[in-house]
């Protein structure tokens, strides 16, 4: 079953806070990322551009612009866990 994200809020340091439908929550780095995938350095070279997070219409994909975009399942699976919330 893939995830459903419920929220996403950009952090400093080019980290989001996710939260899942199931009440996970979690810390998910993009700087490793931004330093492998080409297109991805768009996100620190691009004043305003990080902050810009969006959740697609399904919710299982947070997205910047059309080249950069990161699956629900990776964030869940690679995501530090910050514990259930319930919101």
Known sequence: MIPRIKKVKP???YLLHIVFDNGKECIYDV???IDTIKGYEDLKYI???FNQVQLDA???CVF???YID???DILY???T???IVNE
């Open 11 to 13: 952090l400093d340091g």
């Open 31 to 33: 700087n490793e990322d």
């Open 47 to 49: 004043h305003g551009l």
């Open 58 to 60: 399904s919710r299982t």
């Open 64 to 66: 910047w612009n059309d």
């Open 70 to 72: 990161l699956p629900s």
């Open 77 to 79: 699976e690679y995501g």
């Open 81 to 83: 866990e910050k514990g």
